[in-house]
């Protein structure tokens, strides 16, 4: 394996960090509370709460969990809200009663409900009442005890408080009906724990801090089991990575993407937490023009997202009028940023859309940008401290800068192994510490490495590997394609062969003319020889375009 990406290190970035410096995220978080006590930690629906509020509100809750309800060290609390200030609560409060966290995406149905709940043995849930009516339909075929319900208001205080719960639940009617007879009110469980006493919970590395279920998108869903060794060395190693642009105690960073998806929940929640940020939780980023009324009340510093939210955050009226004066940092994850997306982000906001490359069994981040080189020429940046990155032919042979193949990652982050799982372990992750990602990179004569699409998306063109990210990415360029989707589609003649889903920016757009497009653009088995025309693509809750869907109705 060649190490070529050390050599293009960045000045002041240590190719090492120091993961025994902390023995969980919680002693993460405390420090933060020493340092930063009285300065905004999170705001939510304009309520800020400081680091010592929400402190003092994870040890209440950390109190009832523990006196309470009598949940012990190891027990498993799953957290299924959006962006809401209750959730940093629920995690840090959950932590401090030392239980390990099962995120849960709140728009799961009940099927997918009911497989989490059971694969993770859940022992509690916290759930927001809109969705409290799935639970129900399943909560007597799980191990769950315990339910607290919260509701979307519950940490806004005072009238606003009962104002916003009140239009939520009998004007906007969001509120299904549901019956859940001992679930316990998060208030209520907030004011009790006020008064309960809480014992200490020595964390350790080897403690569950999360598990990240993942998959579900190709798959059954599998939990990564994300121990707090795992979680600390992501957190330290981002933010030597960052640390050139992140001033303690001053940042503010929007914070669009759920807590529950593993690029949100470190990047945002964790790394902006340990340097003294303020995380401005946005609750509902599909409504884009309120997303971006909320942006016009902060001079934010920093965003994450994925290229579908970057993507709809320019071609939303009024977001290129807001003041980017102090934005330093946009970070792109989770699918592959698109180079006509970065490119007209960096015209809109005069900064540049850096990338970063990770997974959930990696906690996530793996390779980053270099944040004082930045680019758009599609590569995912460089292996972060204390990571090692291999591509691999399909024998397991290292291969040489320039040629394809799957990348295979080592580093503290990497996942101890997928919950009670141990053949789906075995399949991706060796006995040295190797996991295999599924993805197909090749690593540049700088180090640099480029994604070049997932093995199972690939399509098969007369022998020929098409990869639908580069036609993806040729056709988004088009001025008058907003969006886009490739797969590909039995044929008689070549096996298989391209075809493209197109949601329209200008309706003026032909078939004719795109095939024209793309005649002038790719090579000849690249070209897609089927054009669908929609209104709008499949995606998952965080924005992902869900090519399976696509094929799955294309079958």
């Known amino acids: 394996m060649q190490k070529v990406w050390l050599e293009s290190y960045p000045e002041g970035v240590p190719h090492e960090i ?30 800020t709460l400081t680091y010592a509020e929400l402190d003092k509100k994870a040890r209440d809750f950390a109190a009832y969990l523990q006196s309470g309800l009598g949940l012990k060290h190891g027990d498993r609390l799953a957290i299924m809200m959006p962006n809401l200030l209750q959730y940093p609560v629920a995690i840090f409060g959950a932590m401090k009663a030392g239980l390990s966290i099962v995120n849960v995406n709140p728009l799961y149905t009940a099927r997918e409900l009911k497989h989490q709940l059971n694969d993770a043995s ?27 319900v919260t509701e979307l208001g519950d940490e806004l205080g005072g009238l606003k408080s009962w104002l916003v719960n009140f239009v939520v639940k009998y004007i906007k009617k969001m509120v299904p009906a549901y019956g859940l007879p001992n679930a316990l009110k998060y208030k209520s469980a907030i004011s009790k724990g006020e008064g309960l006493s809480l014992e200490k919970v020595e964390l350790s ?15 059954v869903a599998k939990g990564a089991v994300l121990t707090h060794r795992n979680m600390v060395a992501n957190i330290l190693q981002a933010h030597a990575w960052l640390s050139s642009l992140v001033r303690p ?67 939303t009226p009024g977001f290129a009028d807001l003041d980017f004066s102090e934005l ?17 982000w960096q015209k809109v906001t005069g900064r540049p859309l850096l990338v970063g490359y990770g997974l959930s069994e990696t906690s996530p981040a793996v390779c980053i940008s270099p ?48 919950l009670d799982r141990p053949e789906e372990t075995a399949k991706v992750l060796t006995e040295d510490g190797w996991f295999g990602t599924g993805d197909v990179a090749c690593m540049d004569e700088r180090g640099y490495f480029k994604i070049v699409d997932r093995k199972k998306d690939m399509i098969l ?43 329209k920016k200008d309706s003026s757009l032909t078939e004719e003319e795109l095939m024209g497009y793309c005649k002038e653009n790719l090579t000849g088995y690249k070209r897609p020889k089927v054009i669908e025309f929609r209104d709008d693509l499949p995606k998952s809750n965080v924005g992902k375009i869900l090519r399976r869907e696509l094929r799955e109705e294309t079958a």
């Open 18 to 47: 120091n993961v025994d410096e902390y023995q969980s995220v919680l002693e993460v978080f405390e420090e933060s509370v020493d340092k930063f006590a009285d300065n905004p930690a999170f705001v939510n629906m304009g309520k």
């Open 122 to 148: 859940a022992d509690a849930i916290i759930i927001v009442a809109n969705f409290a009516c799935t639970l129900e339909k399943i909560i007597k075929e799980t191990p769950v005890k315990h339910v607290i």
């Open 205 to 219: 590395h080897n403690d569950i801090a999360f598990l990240q279920y993942t998959g579900g998108t190709t798959g």
């Open 249 to 315: 105690g001053k940042e503010v960073i929007i914070t669009a993407l759920p807590l529950y998806h593993i690029f949100s929940l470190t990047a945002n929640c964790m790394v902006f937490c340990k340097s003294g940020g303020l995380n401005v939780l946005i609750t509902n980023p599909r409504d884009m023009p309120g997303f971006v009324k909320e942006l016009s009340n902060y001079k934010f510093t920093a965003i994450t997202g994925v290229n579908t939210l970057f993507n709809g955050l320019l071609n």
């Open 328 to 344: 330093h940092l946009t970070l792109g994850g989770g699918m592959a940023v698109q180079e006509s997306v970065a490119e007209e």
């Open 371 to 418: 944040m004082t080189q930045p680019s758009n020429d599609g590569t995912i940046g460089l292996p972060i401290c204390s990571t090692e990155v291999s591509i691999r032919d399909d024998d397991g042979n290292d291969l040489p800068p320039g040629e394809a193949g799957e990348l295979w990652v080592r580093g503290p982050q990497v996942m101890r192994g997928y």
């Open 461 to 503: 063109v007369s022998g020929f590997n098409v990869y639908p990210n580069e036609v993806e990415d040729v056709i988004s360029a088009n001025e008058k394609v907003l969006e886009v989707a490739a797969i590909g589609v039995h044929s008689e003649s070549s096996g298989e062969v391209v075809k493209v889903f197109v949601v």
